[in-house]
């Protein structure tokens, strides 16, 4: 069955704090790997894809990279916007969603 | 072009009773996903179309639960006599189709059943 791991399942972290989240993945014939942003009350947010083992994506403060296992969103020198669910979904036909890690910037 | 509007975003009812929600996906999109959310947990998949044809259904959804996409442009997703196990977010996003083309998602329809 495909799965989709993320954590931690929640991470405090000090303005300017950087730090990495984990999304390991078991997939049978992955198509890419997407990253979305969730803040509450609202629908994900595309953040990034991934295709292939080595590839990475940047945007701001952010960094997604892939391995054949596993992907982590580095996060670097983080502002209190930044807060929110980050949700890591592997597309094989359709989407399937790790369960988010939720991330909150302290001023 | 608003992106993914989804229809209402607030519903309240009582257990035993039929709702439907309506999503509106992005004109040029050909598929049209719903996926439901818990709190503290990420989507679950439940169905999607590509155009009017239903490919693929979740063991999630049971036989309360029916989706629709007539003409393949926008789609109702239906709850017969909701349970309270059925409160949930319930997401729409929609896509080009291929391995290229990102989800864009709703804002979601927000359910409570009481």
């Known amino acids: 069955e495909d799965q989709v791991t993320q954590s931690p399942e929640a991470l405090r972290l000090q303005e300017g704090e950087s730090s990495s989240l984990n999304c390991s993945y078991t997939?049978?014939?992955?198509?890419?790997l997407f990253w979305y942003r969730q803040d509450p009350g609202k629908g994900p947010e595309f953040l990034f894809t991934?295709?292939?083992a080595g590839e990475e994506k940047e945007k701001e403060r952010l960094k997604a990279t892939l391995t054949k296992k596993e992907s982590f969103l580095h996060i670097t020198a983080p502002k209190p916007e930044d807060s929110a669910t980050y949700l890591c979904?592997?597309?094989?036909?359709?989407?399937?969603f790790g369960q988010g890690t939720r991330l909150t910037i302290n001023p | 072009d608003t992106g993914v509007s989804q229809d209402p975003r607030h519903k309240i009812t009582k257990r035993g009773q039929n709702v439907t929600f309506r999503c509106d996906p992005i004109?040029?999109?050909?598929?049209l996903y719903w996926y439901r959310q818990t709190l503290g947990q990420g989507p679950e998949f439940l169905t999607y179309?590509?155009?009017?044809?239903?490919?693929?259904k979740s063991r999630l959804l049971s036989d309360r639960f029916s989706a629709e996409r007539p003409k393949g442009s926008f789609s109702t997703l239906e709850i017969q006599r909701t349970e309270q196990g059925d409160s949930a977010m319930y997401l729409c996003?929609?896509?080009?189709?291929?391995?290229?083309?990102?989800?864009?998602f709703g804002s979601g329809t927000r359910l409570t059943v009481v």
């Open positions: 996003a929609s896509s080009l189709g291929g391995m290229h083309y990102g989800y864009t």
């Open positions: 997939v049978s014939g992955l198509r890419g």
């Open positions: 991934l295709y292939s």
């Open positions: 979904a592997v597309q094989v036909m359709k989407l399937v």
């Open positions: 004109s040029e999109h050909n598929r």
């Open positions: 179309f590509q155009n009017e044809a239903q490919l693929e």
